[in-house]
């Protein structure tokens, strides 16, 4: 196996691949903007010289006279300037008659070839000159025009002249060489240029890359901070941040978890274990074995409940709940909820009442918000001494449901009130029983609260009692529907 991966080959870095493929594309680029410059330079040229054949064209009408099947160029000898055009004109010169008659040929074009005479005809029977390149023995290129050409007494001959294309083809050949020798440089400028901005944007990366390599169970508060430009890279660092966040919460609840377990647990376990030597101990009749034994098995069913809320609660709070969402009455859940306590309440002389408003509908969990006024309620009930009263009450406006539960227990002191909805937390009383509960209740309580979108609303004061408000979204349907009933009420 060991050799295997040794054999195989090494990827390329991402950083390489970047460089390569601007390299590429560049490459590509100037190659292909290269070509484009030759053919639009060769098309300007080649205009060029069809431009100035044109004028030399319409220059051989000026100079040329033919008398007798002979022609004759009137200049004056004495004007250097049109002894050069006239020498010009006739350097790539061919005249002949219709018949096929040569009057005048130039040396250079001699060494074309002279076409056919049926050839020239279908060229001039075209109607209008026309122009061609072609090339002499040695391989020189060039421009040729040819076409009727009419004298005074209104004969028509056979003209054809032509202008060498060597310069603008050695002028073509040059800018290419020239071009293409530093597109090499141009490529490795780019390739360096690549290679710097590819690890400038990879840096982010990297710093991802050595901030995940870092991290470790012990080490998750550590975040990378964003570039501020918005861009993809910071995407990717918001949420990896956000991985990391999620993974500290989920390392948090698991350390949590165990410190409650292990500080729940330790208690009973203790007092079992105290139980059973006492008992090994002193015990003596069946009886008082027996009564060891309960006990024991009253403290095991005490470590059960405890075990059962807490994987409830850390299962809620890793999102392995799934919850079954559905239009639920609140009003309708209170309403068997608080017939399920009032047994309980009159054993505590207590006096349980509810007002509720009918048709309070919320989108949620029916079980869960089961629990929610269950857990409240037995809150209440645990905290309120005899002859107190506990009233719970439903309302609802266009836009939320609200439920308050009120009652005129021993209260909750300022200072404790922040840490109440946290697990195992009870407020500190030197009175307090063991068995009023776990400390869980609000626990759950904030858990259902927050995965309905609902807000709790505490108010409490030493000797006045407690009022928890919990505000849940309306459901739509329901809001819609209760407007519209409203509406026509009012009309």
């Known amino acids: 196996m060991s050799a295997a991966r040794a054999l195989k080959p090494r990827a390329l870095g991402l950083r390489l691949r970047l460089t390569l493929s601007y390299v590429i594309f560049f490459g590509l680029l100037l190659l292909g903007l290269g070509l484009l410059f030759r053919e639009t330079l060769q098309f300007t040229l080649h205009q060029n010289a069809a431009d100035v054949l044109d004028e030399e064209w319409a220059a051989v009408k000026g100079y040329l006279r033919i008398e007798r099947n002979r022609p004759i160029w009137f200049f004056d000898p004495a004007d250097q300037e049109e ?30 070839g002279v076409e056919s005479v049926a050839e020239l005809r279908d060229i001039v029977t075209k109607g209008r000159p026309i122009e061609r390149v072609r090339k002499s023995r040695k391989g020189e290129p060039y421009l040729l025009r040819t076409g009727l050409y009419t004298d005074i007494g209104r004969r028509e001959f056979i003209l054809s002249i032509g202008r060498s294309l060597e310069r603008d083809e050695m002028l073509v050949h040059q800018f290419m060489q020239q071009y293409f020798s530093a597109v090499p440089i141009l490529v490795l400028g780019i390739g360096v240029a690549g290679w710097l901005m590819a690890g400038r944007a990879l840096s982010p990366l990297n710093a991802v890359a050595h901030a995940a390599s870092s991290i470790t169970g012990h080490n998750l508060s550590l975040r990378i901070p964003l570039r501020g430009a918005g861009d993809e890279l910071d995407h990717l660092i918001e949420r990896f941040n956000g991985m990391v966040d999620r993974l500290e919460q989920s390392f948090t609840q698991v350390r949590q978890f165990s410190i409650d377990v292990s500080h729940e647990l330790r208690t009973p376990i203790t007092a079992i274990r105290g139980e059973l030597e006492v008992a090994l101990i002193t015990a003596q009749t069946p009886n008082q074995y027996r009564e060891a034994i309960m006990t024991a098995m009253e403290d095991c069913d005490r470590m059960g409940k ?130 009023k509960g776990l400390g869980l209740g609000l626990s759950f309580v904030a858990w259902i609260a927050k995965v309905h979108d609902a807000t709790i609303d505490l108010k409490s004061a030493p000797g006045v009692g407690t009022t928890f408000t919990v505000t849940f979204p309306r459901d739509r349907g329901d809001a819609e529907a209760a407007s519209q009933a409203s509406d026509r009420i009012v009309a």
């Open 306 to 435: 405890v075990v059962r809320a807490l994987l409830q609660l850390s299962q809620a709070e890793t999102g392995q709940v799934t919850l079954a969402r559905e239009q639920v009455d609140v009003s309708a859940i209170v309403e068997s909820v608080v017939e399920q306590f009032q047994i309980a309440a009159e054993v505590e002389g207590l006096h349980l009442k509810s007002t509720l408003e009918p048709a309070c509908c919320v989108r949620g969990d029916r079980v869960q918000l089961e629990r929610l006024v269950s857990n409240l309620l037995s809150n209440a009930v645990k905290y309120t001494p005899g002859g107190g009263t506990i009233d719970v009450r439903v309302s609802a406006t266009t836009e939320s449901v609200a439920l308050i539960v009120a009652d005129t227990g021993r209260g909750i002191p300022l200072e404790f009130q922040s840490k109440i909805f946290e697990r195992f937390y009870r407020v500190p009383d030197d009175n307090r029983d063991p068995e």
């Open 83 to 112: 002894t050069f055009i006239v020498q010009r004109l006739r350097r790539v010169f061919l005249l002949m008659d219709k018949k096929g008659t040569v009057l005048e040929i130039s040396p250079e074009y001699n060494d074309l």
